[in-house]
Every structure is written in structure tokens, then in C-alpha cells.
């Protein structure tokens, strides 16, 4: 059984930046993407970033390129950190950590793939 802990959600104002971070525990064997995905208040759940664990690939959303990049801490191998810059109104959600074992990148935001979730951590862009 895998664990994920977000954290690092925040109230900024448009153009700030935050830090997201998740934390897996249980067995890292039991999935080889990590994806974070966000969802506002009456919208569906989008793909916003996800990292292949094996090479260290990485795939975005159109939205988010150039401003969210994620990776794994260097210094601790199972957390997953999302970078976001340049943050906009439309920014804000509450974003959830996933992971799971995803057959190709293409896939990479379909969320039904992922079999464990963290419970999410909230992001509010102020203009």
C-alpha cells in the first residue's frame, strides 16, 4: 500500500510562486509515474504535471508549461515536488499528488490510471 502526503498549498497573490510537495511511503515498486492533478470548485479534475520515475521524464499540461516543473527531491527519493511560478487566478484549486503504474506518458493524465491518492492541498491565486 502506497501513502502520498501533499503539502505546501498556500494563499498567493497572481505572480507568486509556491512550492507543492508529496511524500510517498509504502512500496515505491508499486508505481512508476507520479502525477499532480488540480480541481476548482465546479470544474472536473485535470492533469496538471507527471514525472516517469525510471528516467525522470516529465509531461505538462498546455496551461502550465513554462511555469509548473515537476521533479524528485534529490535529497529524498520518494518525494515529488511541483514548482509553480508565474501563478494566475486560474491557478487556483485544490491539488492532489497521484501515483500509479502507467503504461506511457500519453496516459500520464488520465486520472482513473493512478491507484493511490493523496487527500490534497489547497492553492488560492489572488488577482
Known amino acids: 500500500q502506497v501513502q502520498l502526503v501533499e503539502s505546501g498549498g498556500d494563499s498567493v497573490q497572481a505572480g507568486g510562486s509556491l512550492r507543492l510537495s508529496c511524500a510517498a511511503s509504502?512500496?515505491?515498486?508499486?508505481?512508476?509515474?507520479v502525477g499532480w492533478f488540480r480541481q476548482a470548485p465546479g470544474k472536473e479534475r485535470e492533469g496538471v504535471a507527471a514525472?516517469?520515475?525510471?528516467?525522470?521524464?516529465?509531461?505538462y499540461a498546455d496551461s502550465v508549461k513554462g511555469r509548473f516543473t515537476i521533479s524528485q527531491d534529490n535529497a529524498k527519493n520518494t518525494t515529488y515536488l511541483l514548482q509553480m511560478i508565474s501563478l494566475k487566478p486560474e491557478d487556483t484549486a485544490m491539488y492532489y499528488c497521484?501515483?500509479?503504474?502507467?503504461?506511457?506518458?500519453?496516459?500520464?493524465?488520465?486520472?482513473?490510471?493512478?491507484?493511490?491518492w493523496g487527500q490534497g492541498t489547497q492553492v488560492t491565486v489572488s488577482s
Open positions: 497521484a501515483a500509479g503504474w502507467i503504461g506511457a506518458y500519453w496516459y500520464a493524465f488520465e486520472s482513473g490510471r493512478y491507484k493511490y
Open positions: 509504502g512500496y515505491s515498486d508499486s508505481f512508476n509515474y
Open positions: 514525472i516517469y520515475i525510471g528516467d525522470g521524464r516529465t509531461v
